[in-house]
């Protein structure tokens, strides 16, 4: 019977829980809920900390968030 290395066994373990460790970015729908937040990873995204979809997403998010606040003064509402 082979006997297996444990070296080899060791990388496919380490392979295997870091591949479950990825997350989702956040959404959009999130950083709405969560506006403190989402400029903090604006603020990174364009120092370059931050990089991938929740740029996109926390974007999105204060931009929205920002132009209802213009209309709304600019309403008087």
Known sequence: M???QPFPMAIAVLLAVAGCAK???RS?????AHL??????VAGC??????????????LAVQEADA???LK????K
């Open 2 to 4: 082979p006997r297996i």
């Open 68 to 70: 209802k606040e213009r």
């Open 36 to 41: 403190d937040e989402a400029r903090q990873v």
């Open 46 to 59: 364009k120092d370059g900390s931050n990089r991938g979809e929740e740029c996109n997403n926390a974007d």
């Open 73 to 76: 003064r600019f309403f008087g």
């Open 28 to 32: 959009k729908q999130y950083f709405d």
């Open 23 to 25: 997350q989702e970015p």
